[in-house]
């Protein structure tokens, strides 16, 4: 068996609350996904030569508190990753120009905005400053 975490084991674990289908929101939410899981993909390759480049399991770190999958197969098969979307940000903070993902790895949910980062690259670019920046225990 691979011990290792990967991009898969991630995503499998992802239990996302998704708005009503064929919807604005939904399309949306979707390409978030869609985006979340060609960056771990990406990450899993590991083309990056910068000794600072994430890995998977830097993001499994940042989403769930530990980096590794879980050794015991009841604590495998319970582990969900909560996934929400904030489609309010603007409303709340009419002049900002960007927001980042919230994580709680306490509870193992993650915020995505909606409003930002609509293409991969600026998803990417925006990933990266969360994770790098905001592993601690705080916010960004």
């Not at 708005?19 to 979340?36: D, G, P, V, Y």
């Not at 990753?81 to 489609?87: E, I, K, L, Y």
């Not at 709340?92 to 949910?109: F, L």
Request: charged share 20%; aromatic share 8%; net charge negative.
């Amino acid at each position: 068996m691979e011990k290792k975490v990967d991009s898969y084991y991630i995503v499998s674990h992802f239990a996302p609350t998704m708005s009503e289908s064929s919807t604005l929101k939904n399309a949306r939410e979707a390409q978030i996904l869609n985006n979340f899981q060609d960056f771990l993909q990406e990450l899993e390759v590991g083309t990056a030569e910068d000794e600072d480049a994430l890995t998977v399991p830097d993001v499994m770190q940042w989403l769930t508190g530990q980096s590794h999958r879980h050794l015991l197969l009841s604590e495998r098969e319970t582990l969900t990753v909560t996934v929400h979307f904030d489609h309010t940000c603007v409303e709340r903070m009419p002049n900002h120009t960007i927001c980042y993902p919230v994580v709680s790895a306490c509870t193992q949910t993650i915020t995505f905005p909606t409003a930002h980062c609509l293409d991969y690259c600026d998803f990417k670019a925006n990933m990266e400053t969360a994770i790098k920046c905001g592993a601690g225990f705080h916010r960004i």
